[in-house]
């Protein structure tokens, strides 16, 4: 896509079911739930995750927290099938021994979307983000470094990954409102998982 980011086409394999299977635990544990931006606005995208650290956001700001504020426990744990995932990709894409903490889990049902956004509240901007899709297909928006920058259109489908790193760590990326349709095994949505090292 830009020097530093490169979209993998189809990664899963014989992991496949071990991946949603972990994926339906973790939600059993910590709920998809929608969150408030602090600009007051309430995201269509609902959000969860797993790891040490998680990403949330309320009217107060964008953070990481080690405990899910819905619980008020910590986040579950990477599974090692995400794990392996998220290591596999990154070696493809050219970042060898990347061991992330932090797994941001996002479901879009038709309608959904995600504005053009940096990911900047990570300390350790020197590892790369994996990105999965999993479920029914979206159109990926990916820019430059600056917000006025036009950006290119990606169609991103169920076993797609996107490795993201170096030079194109900050750029501008964001998802197109989601069209319905139903995924044979997923159901009518989308869900990605980004992995990110946060420290
Ligand atoms: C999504 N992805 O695909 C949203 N961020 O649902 C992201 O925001 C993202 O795919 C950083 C790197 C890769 C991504
Ligand atoms: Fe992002």
């Known amino acids: 896509m830009a020097e530093g980011a490169v979209l993998l086409r189809g990664l899963f394999r014989a992991d496949e079911p071990e991946i949603i299977s972990a994926l339906r635990a973790i939600v059993a544990q910590a ?15 609902a959000m969860t ?3 040490s650290k998680g990403w949330v956001t309320d009217i107060s700001g964008y953070r990481y927290d080690v ?3 819905e619980s008020g426990r910590p986040w579950p744990a990477l599974p090692p099938s995400f794990l392996d995932l998220a290591r596999r990709a990154a070696e493809q894409g050219g970042f060898a021994d990347f061991v992330p903490d932090a797994c941001l889990i996002n479901r879009y049902v038709p ?16 590892a790369p983000i994996v990105s ?8 990926f928006m ?25 030079p194109a760590r900050l750029a501008y990326h964001g998802v197109a409102p989601l ?17 990110r090292k946060v420290q």
């Open 31 to 45: 709920p998809f739930r929608r969150m408030v931006t602090p600009g007051g606005h309430t995201m269509s995208v």
């Open 132 to 139: 999965v899709s999993l479920g029914l297909p979206a159109v």
């Open 142 to 166: 990916f820019g430059g470094l600056a917000r006025s920058e036009k950006a290119k259109r990606y169609r991103l489908e169920h076993g797609d990954i996107a490795v993201w790193g170096g």
């Open 67 to 69: 405990n899910d504020p």
């Open 111 to 126: 309608g959904a979307k995600m504005s053009l956004h940096q990911d900047k509240d990570e300390l350790d901007l020197g």
């Open 49 to 51: 995750n797993c790891g």
């Open 179 to 195: 069209a319905d349709g139903e995924h044979p095994l997923m159901g009518r949505q989308r869900i990605n998982l980004t992995f």
